[in-house]
């Protein structure tokens, strides 16, 4: 049953497919009838990353995805071979992972199940249609306790230093009594470029993001590939602008876990949250980020307070001169990346002397909302002064880093 399969595209946001059909106002597809199938498939192997899904809102409790990825159930067909299983979430290994694969073959035809045998193959599929052969096996079913025995199906090794979200299209060929049974299941496999790194929080959107917006293999150089790979992510955070993510102030929810989860269930979330977002994605590919926060730490009428941008456009939002007391971004290898305003310098006396145009007195602490003080052109006490190049400790705006999300 081997077939070349034509390029397909992945969407932003596609969640695993769960429902039956296409479109609810649609006639519902066929039943999978099939009195032989692959009940299920379990993922398991050296370099597996296990995950949960998140959202899509805060109330609704994350999902912990275990080794069971793909479920039959009740299934249908689509396209005469191609199955939609019940269940079907997203496969995420690291480069260099060695897939183990367990199928389960069900007969769910009348009497014992017969004789047969199986084949399986399956092969990873990236955006351009270009195909890389996973594994290729076939036997003869085993019988056990009523059922079929699971057959285990050891898979290659993934390519070295790649991040990539492929499309993983198996072919089920099963024959009993002389009967075959052909059938293609395709499922998302997203591969990060490095194994992420320990306490990681790993959320099913963000290896998902993370993998199709680097697509492709890049030799470890060291930092000078590290600093490229989080350059094309940062770079590729206003590809979420259409899904409605954006900057802005936002009541964070309590109890309060970690700003990458907040980021992805909130659609409008402050530098906190996107910079928790952004080293969750960093790290996710095995690149080491720490969080760095410009902040004034004790305001006061009577010295700098507060900063004032240069009029810059924030994600998803209008260009603007923004004020604050504080903002966050991430440092990778000492190099900044702000995923609020999408930008990169060399290190954080560059980025300070590009974005923060001046200092200004005042009193109070965080900006609130209506004609909270921030608000006030120059500054409550109309006292701004321009932020001179290089950085200054005496202004009270101090650097503070660290490592959680």
């Known amino acids: 049953m081997t077939r070349n399969y034509l390029p397909f595209l992945f969407l932003l946001g596609l969640l695993p497919t769960l429902a039956a059909c296409d479109d609810p106002k649609e006639k519902p597809l066929p039943l999978l009838e099939d009195p032989l199938r692959t009940g299920q498939i379990d993922f398991g192997g050296a370099g597996r990353i296990y995950y949960e899904i998140t959202g899509p809102d805060w109330d609704t409790p994350n999902v912990a995805v275990g080794d069971t990825l793909v479920v039959m159930g009740e299934a249908r067909v689509k396209d005469d071979l191609h199955v939609l299983p019940e ?188 910079y928790g977002f952004f080293m969750d994605l960093v790290e996710t590919q095995g690149i080491d980020a720490n969080y760095l926060i410009f902040i004034f730490p004790n ?31 991430v440092e990778v290898n000492g190099r900044v990346y702000d995923p609020t305003y999408t930008l990169i310098f060399e290190n954080a006396d560059q980025y300070e002397d590009y974005l923060f145009a001046s200092f200004c007195y005042g009193a109070e602490g965080k900006c609130g909302r209506g004609n909270a003080w921030c608000l006030i052109p120059d500054g409550p006490q109309g006292v701004c002064a321009p932020n001179e190049p290089g950085y200054d400790p005496a202004l009270g705006f101090e650097r503070w880093r660290g490592e959680t999300y």
């Open 87 to 274: 269940r079907n979430h997203l496969a995420a290994y690291a480069s260099d992972a060695t897939p183990l694969l367990t199928f389960q073959p069900q007969w769910v035809g009348d009497g014992a199940p017969p004789a047969g045998t199986y084949r399986f193959r399956g092969v990873l599929v990236d955006r351009a249609g270009q195909e890389l052969e996973l594994f290729d096996v076939q036997g003869a079913l085993e019988t056990r306790d009523g059922g079929y025995a699971p057959v285990q199906v050891a898979a290659a090794a993934l390519p070295h230093d790649t991040a990539r979200l492929w499309e993983l299209v198996i072919e089920h060929e099963y024959v009993a009594d002389g009967v075959p049974y052909e059938r293609v299941t395709r499922t998302e496999f997203a591969q990060t470029w490095k194994a992420p790194l320990p306490n990681t929080k790993l959320y099913q959107q963000i290896i998902r993001w993370g993998c199709d917006w680097i697509d492709g293999h890049f030799e470890d150089l060291g930092e000078t590939t590290e600093n490229q790979l989080a350059d094309t992510l940062l770079l590729s955070m206003p590809k979420l602008v259409p899904l409605g993510y954006r900057y802005g102030s936002l009541v964070r929810p309590v109890p309060y876990t970690n700003k990458a989860e907040v980021f992805l269930d909130y659609k409008q979330s402050a530098c906190g949250e996107f």
């Open 299 to 329: 305001p006061t009428p009577d010295w700098y307070s507060m900063y004032q941008t240069i009029d810059i456009a924030a994600l998803g939002r209008e260009s603007k001169v923004w004020r604050y007391s504080d903002h966050g971004l």
